[in-house]
């Protein structure tokens, strides 16, 4: 009896240890998809970088700030990753449109996707994780 409680707790601090490792590879990843766009809409045509542009800083740092947010709470995590899924999405669009009217490059489009694709990975593990952990 004893032995399973305690091998409960190995297991629980271990998917605790592995939730953390996940949330804190999310903000250096985070942090060079930001910079690296910030060089990108620095470069656009001078009136779609104060349009498309700004709306893209703008989603970009609330993302970066629900990120934040999310490694120091401890409730209400999900509803925090579904905002920042919303945000990814939102800057997808951004992206293909910059893309479609010749912005950015097929390159520096193809880079940015991955990048968006690698946070999307580490937050729907998070999202699963966190979704299993709630019906428990």
């Not at 993302?63 to 509803?79: G, P, Q, S, V």
């Not at 579904?82 to 912005?103: G, P, T, V």
Request: glycine share 4%; charged share 30%; aromatic share 10%.
């Amino acid at each position: 009896m004893i032995l399973k409680q305690m091998s409960k707790r190995v297991i629980t601090l271990e998917k605790l240890s592995n939730k953390k490792e996940n949330e804190l590879k999310l903000i250096p990843k985070a942090e060079k998809y930001v910079e690296y766009m910030l060089s990108i809409i620095f470069k656009i045509p001078r009136t779609e970088k104060f349009s498309i542009g700004t709306e893209y800083k703008t989603s970009m740092y609330q993302m970066l700030e629900n990120i934040i947010y999310l490694n120091k709470i401890e409730t209400h995590r999900l509803e925090i990753l579904n905002k920042i899924d919303a945000e990814l999405s939102i800057q997808r669009i951004y992206l293909r449109i910059m893309f479609k009217n010749a912005w950015i490059d097929r390159k520096k489009f193809d880079y940015s996707i991955n990048l968006i694709y690698e946070i999307g990975k580490i937050v729907g593990g998070l999202t699963k994780s966190y979704g299993k952990n709630n019906k428990e």
